[in-house]
């Protein structure tokens, strides 16, 4: 359904999603590099468990949500990838736990 489009460079990053070392171009924002290297869920539902992954790809709709470099909650569609980044999915870590201060 998506293909990637020529690009203006040829510049590449690593980063780290949940424990693999993926090298991706530098251009990519998080949630579309975690799609290009074939990880589709950014986090689960609170409730059900349910998963869930990138849909607007514009900040909208709080899909693709991950924790970067140790925030949690970081919507993956609005930060750029940048070299040695730290992506964690928010799997089985609800989302209004990891806001509250006396969270574990």
Do not use: Y
């Amino acid at each position: 359904m998506f293909e990637f489009l020529p690009l203006a460079t040829e510049e590449r990053v690593q980063i780290d999603i949940d424990g693999a070392s993926h090298d991706v171009p530098a251009h990519m924002n998080v949630a579309a590099a975690m799609l290009s290297v074939g990880i589709d869920v950014s986090r689960t539902t609170p409730v059900s468990d349910s998963p869930r992954g990138p849909f607007c790809m514009m900040g909208v709709c709080f899909e693709c949500l991950v924790e970067i470099d140790g925030v949690p909650n970081q919507q993956g569609c609005c930060v750029q990838v940048r070299d040695g980044m730290h992506i964690r999915a928010m799997r089985n870590r609800p989302v209004w736990n990891a806001l509250r201060k006396d969270a574990k």
